[in-house]
């Protein structure tokens, strides 16, 4: 499972990833804070405090123990990328029925 090798924000909300595969992708996290982060985030609503993101373990953290699973952000930096398609619906992000061989 790839985790976080390198982050750096590219915007307010937007950061550049690169994978331990070796895939670089950007996550826009502007529509997930501002459309239902669960309660637990709303401090990154503050973008001084969303910029205050760090790297440990492979993944984002944030103050407050506020992280994200390495493999949540693979597939937001991914998610049309057709080669991944089967690995994100094992991962459960997407629905089975839809992935094809």
């Known amino acids: 499972m790839p985790e976080i090798s390198e982050a ?5 909300y937007v950061l550049q990833l690169t994978f331990s595969d070796g895939r670089r992708g950007r996550v826009d996290f502007t529509a997930l804070i ?3 982060l669960p309660p637990v ?3 990154l609503l503050d ?3 969303f910029a205050e ?3 440990e373990h492979g993944t984002l953290h944030w ?3 506020l992280d ?3 493999e949540y952000l693979n597939f937001r930096a ?16 997407l629905e089975q029925q839809t992935v094809h061989a």
């Open 34 to 36: 501002e459309s239902g």
């Open 68 to 70: 994200l699973a390495p």
């Open 47 to 49: 973008p001084a405090v």
């Open 41 to 43: 985030f709303a401090s």
């Open 78 to 93: 991914f998610a049309h990328e057709p080669s991944l398609q089967r690995q994100f619906a094992d991962w459960g992000y």
């Open 63 to 65: 103050p407050g123990d």
């Open 53 to 55: 993101f760090r790297l």
């Open 8 to 12: 750096c924000q590219a915007a307010d």
